[in-house]
């Protein structure tokens, strides 16, 4: 690169070049772009130190996370909670979750960075121009900070972080049963609708002939006409509940398809009970278990870590500083350097930190309160549970027994029409009736599936021990 310039020589105009380099004026400028604060450095591992989280300690944490349909083996009660798990893993709901234990445990390397030391280096680079010359002029620094004691406050604050982190992985372990227990739900709801629709096909199919034999006789004009109506009704009746149950089966079977992110419904196998002890037991492991009571504590406890943490920072604190100045040119006889401590004491800020203080004892107070009501909750919902447990228990019991009489009224009936001692109207509305029967210990039956797992849900949880994330 060429600069060029005029002057006067001896009252004649003269034109000289002077060259400078290139490689000269790059340097320059390279140096006058770049400041670089680092650790330890470590210039050229910068990027990997940002990325410090995803791509050294989790790099199938992404891949991970791609939704796509899960394999699952046969919908029984042996492969139950095998496929409840796969459905958990391809729900987005807990990659959300997943994804904020993973921010959250990348936020507490910045905090753990101010225990390290700090170092910065700079340079500086520029032109200079006198008496008609051209002159580089290039000067670098290098300063050193590390805390050396701060009361615990830098400490705390890691732990406070650290606590957070804890909160946040109780949190992926209550959607991870939250969303066992609706896939459970789901399971349970299809199941039972597909045996009621069975059971009113059942049904419709036995009182079909007795309906077109009653409206042989109808036409004859023998018969009482209140009877065939009341019979015409119960059957059409029967009907409507069954259309009903249709688009109640297409539901559950929706819901099931959503839950398993399947692309069509598999064959659905029966699934055990839980089994239930007493209501003391239930309630005890309720608060002894439960993820969402301990994210609560953890959540609390951090904010009492990080109100101490703030306490400290009341307090002085001594830091070890140094630092090396030095020119390019001829940088050890020019060069300057110092070392030294440093007591650092916020004698007044305004209350800046006491609002602080105070914010952080009002937050514990809420989340005490959080703790209490969410107790409160989990609570009158175990007892919910367990009153509905125990009374589809009585339920099913009782309709055992009326079913068995209701086939007995029916078969009765049947054996003395075949002499002439009943009515086609008396058979067809036993037959509704037994169908009603059955229906109703279906759905007593699943609400003591259903109740039976929601009691297992919110004390002992399906999945104690699983490691999530």
Known sequence: ??????????????????????????????????????????????????????SKNNKNFFSDLKLSTPKYKSFSSNNAQANVKKAIRAHPSFHRNVASLEQRKSDIKQIEASKESQINFQALGGFSRADEENQLGLTGSVNLVKVLYDYGAIDQAIEAEKQKIKSVEFEVVTEAERIG???????????????????????????????????????????????????????????????????????????????????????????????????????????????????????????????????????????????????????????????GFLLNYVYDDGGKLDAQIENAKNQINYSELNYNNALKELKLELSVAFKAYKGALETKKNLIKLIKLSENVRNNLNDQLSIGRAKLEDLLSAEVNLANNEILLLNAERDLLLNSYKIHYLSVGFFPGSKWY
């Not at 060259?19 to 680092?38: D, N």
Request: charged share 25%; glycine share 4%.
């Open 1 to 54: 690169m060429c600069i060029q310039h005029c002057f006067k020589d001896q009252g004649k105009k003269v034109k000289k070049k002077k060259y400078i380099s290139f490689f000269h004026i790059f340097i320059c400028l390279s140096f006058i772009l770049v400041g670089c604060q680092t650790n330890n450095f470590d210039v050229f591992n910068l990027r990997e130190n940002i990325n410090y989280d995803y």
């Open 181 to 339: 227990f609706l896939a459970y739900v789901n399971w349970i709801s299809l199941l039972f609708e597909r045996k009621i629709l069975d059971v009113y096909k059942k049904g419709i199919k036995n009182a079909e002939p007795l309906v077109e034999k009653i409206d042989q006789i109808s036409l004859s004009g023998i018969a009482d006409s209140t009877l065939i109506l009341r019979a015409r009704k119960e059957y059409s009746e029967t009907i409507v509940k069954m259309k009903q149950a249709e688009v109640l089966e297409q539901k559950a079977d929706a819901n099931f398809i959503n839950i398993f992110s399947l692309n069509e419904t598999k064959n659905v196998g029966s699934i055990k009970p839980k089994p239930i002890k007493n209501y003391k037991y239930h309630e005890n492991q309720m608060i002894k278990n439960s993820p969402n009571l301990k994210a609560l504590l953890a959540f609390k406890k951090s904010l009492i870590i990080s109100k101490e943490s703030l306490v400290s920072q009341k307090k002085p604190n001594i830091s070890l500083r140094a630092g090396i100045n030095a020119p390019a040119d001829d940088p050890i006889k020019n060069g300057s350097a110092n070392v």
